[in-house]
């Protein structure tokens, strides 16, 4: 990997701590208390961190989104660590009866409830849904959902900052997609390349720390890919797992996505 592709994140490190700096300070300064709190602290910094990452982010995974989200999503929509909503915008909405975010940092909420008055959710008529859960709250979610499994899951982008993924993403699928159930997801990942994934090892603890939690370095599309019933069998009756066109060969950055579309046995 050429060293002025591993070093590019140093830049984009350096814009996100100087665009969230401020606004961050400024409710530090509101409200003092925070600095005792470091998990609401690097969730504040995190959810200002979004407000310029999200859109661009966004823009550049559109093609994928499309091509994933909108021809297979349907009936009740998972969507887990939800952001700001982006997802609302790739759902088909003739096809959809409820979205529901999962999103565990409510400094996201407002923003959720705004794009989805723009694309046609809202609490009032039951059509949106906010959870304020992480995806290991299994219990929480099912007993949210008045136990009901959901069509669809959805996973774009958050596998990365997800304690236990493997074990998380298990207990998910087992008690919340229904038979049959799509999980759509595209997530950037431990690089198959020894010298990217060794760059990826290296900016992981700092990307993490800046990011609430997101590691370079996960292999999540393999946990997903690996999920099994409580038999020991693949919980899956389809699967398709590919990278985007020539990003691997290219190795020109640390973010290498998997795209997958899942249906469940
Ligand atoms: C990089 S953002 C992606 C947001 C959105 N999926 C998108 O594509 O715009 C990752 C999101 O996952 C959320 N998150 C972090 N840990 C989580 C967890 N344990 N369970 C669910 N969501 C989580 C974060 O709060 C954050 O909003």
Known sequence: MKLQAAFAIVFELAFAIRTAFWPTLLAIWKSPSLLLHPQQLSRLLFSNIWVFFGPVTDENGKPFKEALITPNAYGVVLDIGAGFGHTMKYLDRTKITKYVALEPNTNMHERIRHTGAKEGYTEAD??????????????????ALYGQQVDTIIS???LCSVPNPQRSITNLVRDTLKPGGAFLYY???LSPRKDVAWWQRFWAPFWSFIFDGCRLDRPSHLYVDQVKDRDGESIWKERELRGVDGESEEASHLFEHRIGRYIKA
């Open 156 to 158: 774009i982008l958050v």
């Open 187 to 189: 997530e950037h990942v």
């Open 126 to 143: 039951g059509t949106l849904v906010i959870l304020s859960y992480g995806i290991e709250n299994t219990s929480s979610i099912r007993s």
